[in-house]
Structure formats: structure tokens, C-alpha cells
């Protein structure tokens, strides 16, 4: 092993750093902060560890983890992009390809291909793993939200059709958690979080 | 599965939330604020999965990203304890045992004891796993205290003696590190960051 490996291994740590300045439009279940992408990383990754039962059959825990841990690093360059805003969701791609491109590329090629992998399965959602990670990174904002009396839902005006479309993943990528998925929709909408249509 | 198996999961999972709030000594490396725990747990979960070849031989990733992922819930209740004020320590392990009873409790039996014994495992050190988990968490706060001109070192007068016992635990821990350490602290020393004794 060189000194330069390591090295490089250390710049990608440092850069990871940066993740916990990235600032999400969601608030914390206390309300008192948005929270950050690092903080949330380690949120869906913990939710993996518990609810992993609830996914497709066949589901590889580890793979599911690493994908989590790094599937929002893009963000350090690209930042967070608001899901339901369309002007923003443009070029959303673009720019998380390019910022992709960049940091992986600090670490030793092997490395780097192997999370640039586990980003871009997490991004085309191509696998069980992948399929999971996605529903618990849309489920997660549902549970901060429904805390916040609406939160986000609330402030940007979002409907309830615009909601069941983003929980859509969750259908197949968690087929467990789909019941308690449609129970909370139905509470929010109860609970006046939510509108039946957009503003 | 029962509901109430499901309900005790999204109980956890809405405690986790509160890690966030727990703020640590060390400052992010840009020195814009203290770093909070839950996004310290998923830069430890990271390193984990870049570093894992400088651990002893035989290491279980998944084991050790379950083990890093859940080491420091127990602040929730407990809160940080900085780890270079000797009086702070005093009552730290009967306070986070106490607060791991209760915070585990919440959990389904199975995971409840999968996830205690993790905990246990880590506080222990008592496996390869917990050995290299550790030496992350000593190796962390290391590299933003240097990011940050000296940052908790120089803000408590902490002297070279007491930083190197505390890094004391890579040396076993993640053998493959340890040179880089001795490197880190010599450097820390060079610019004035550390001095040979407590103020």
C-alpha cells in the first residue's frame, strides 16, 4: 500500500465533511432547524439496519448501507434539490453527474468505481437494494413532515397527489411499509397537512 | 407481523431523530459549528466503509457499520461527554447504561438485543469490529482538530500527552493508521496546534 492511497482515501474523507453544510428543505421532528444531508444519510442508513425486513426478498444489507451512506455526496457540489419544484428538479441530473465525476474521483480508482457504482444504482434504482434505498429516502421526509404539522407540504403548497407520487417507490421497493405508507397519507389529509390538489 | 412490530420500529426511528440535536466539543472542519452526533455516526459509518483494509485482519463490515451507526444513541438521553474533562467523565457509563435501557427498550425484543449487544460490543471493544469502530472515533475528531488550527486542543489547553493516550486505540485498533497518526500529531505539534503539556 503507497502513502498516496491513503492519502487520497483521507481527501475523500475530508470532503465528506462538507455534506453537513448541505441543508435540506425538510425539518428536524422538533422543528427547531432544517436538517442536513449528512444527518439524514445517517438516519436512512439506520432505518435500513431496522426495517430491512420489510423489502423485496433477497435484499443484501451491506450493499444497502454503502449505498446510502454516500448516495447524497453529490450534493456537496450540486446541492439539494427540492423535490417538488420543477424548475429546480431541471438539470438536476446534469449536475449531480458532473459533481459525481469529481469526488469519486478523489479516491483510488478502485473505490471510486466501486461507490460511483453504488450511486448509480441507487439513482437508476436497477436492483432490490437499490429499490429499498429509495423508498426509505421518501419515506424519511413523510415522518419529519407529518412531525411538522405538514412542514414542507404546508409551506410550498403540496398536494396530496404530488405526495402519493413521490411515495410511489415505495410500493416495490419496500412492499412492508406500503400499508403504513397509505395510513399516513390518510392521516395527513385528516389532519389537514395535506390538500387533496396543489394550490 | 404484527402492527405493534411495526409501530415499535417507527417509535425508534422517530427517536433516532433526536440525535441530531446532540451537539459534540469538535467543530466541522470549515469551524462554521459544532458538529452534532448523528452526522459524526454517518462520517464514522463512511470512513468504515473506505478504511477498512487498515483494520486487523478478519473485520465484518456490516458488523462494524451496524456498530457505528448505533454507538452514540445513547447521547440522546445522556448527552456528549468531552472527553478530556476528567469530572464530566465521572458517571458517564451508569448514565448512557441507564439511558441504553431505555432508548433499546423501544425496540421489538430481537432487534432491541441485536442492537444493545452492538452497543455493549463497542463500549467493550471487545471484538475486531468494536476495535476498529473506536479507532474511528478517535481518529475523526483528530483530523477536524486539525482543520480547525487546533480547535478543542487549543480551546482547553489539552496537551500532547492526553490526545496521544486517547488515540492510544488505533495503534491496535486499525494498525494501518497508526503511522499516519504519529504523522498527524507531529504536525499538530509543529504548528503550535498541540504543546508538550496541559497549560
Not at 453504488?118 to 424519511?140: I, M, N, P, T
Request: hydrophobic share 45%.
Amino acid at each position: 500500500m503507497t502513502d498516496s492511497r491513503l492519502d487520497r482515501q483521507l481527501a475523500f474523507v475530508r470532503e465528506l465533511d462538507r455534506l453537513k453544510a448541505v441543508l435540506r428543505r425538510t425539518r428536524l421532528m422538533d422543528g427547531s432547524r432544517m436538517e442536513n444531508s449528512a444527518e439524514h444519510s445517517w438516519h436512512l442508513a439506520s432505518m435500513a439496519l431496522l426495517l430491512h425486513e420489510h423489502a423485496a426478498p433477497g435484499l443484501d444489507l451491506l450493499r444497502t448501507l454503502r449505498m446510502l451512506l454516500v448516495h447524497d455526496v453529490v450534493e456537496i457540489e450540486a446541492g439539494d434539490t427540492f423535490c417538488y419544484d420543477p424548475a429546480a428538479l431541471e438539470g438536476k441530473d446534469e449536475r449531480e453527474r458532473l459533481a459525481a465525476e469529481r469526488i469519486f474521483a478523489l479516491l483510488p480508482g478502485d473505490q471510486a468505481r466501486e461507490l460511483r457504482d453504488a450511486w448509480d444504482e441507487f439513482e437508476a434504482g436497477s436492483s432490490v437494494e437499490a429499490r429499498f434505498a429509495v423508498a426509505l429516502d421518501r419515506l424519511q421526509p413523510l415522518l419529519l413532515n407529518l412531525a411538522n404539522q405538514g412542514g414542507t407540504w404546508v409551506e410550498h403548497g403540496v398536494g396530496v397527489p404530488e405526495v402519493r407520487a413521490r411515495m410511489e417507490p415505495i410500493r416495490g421497493g419496500a412492499p412492508g411499509l406500503w400499508p403504513l405508507v397509505e395510513r399516513l397519507l390518510r392521516d395527513a389529509v385528516e389532519l389537514g397537512y395535506l390538500t387533496s390538489a396543489r394550490n
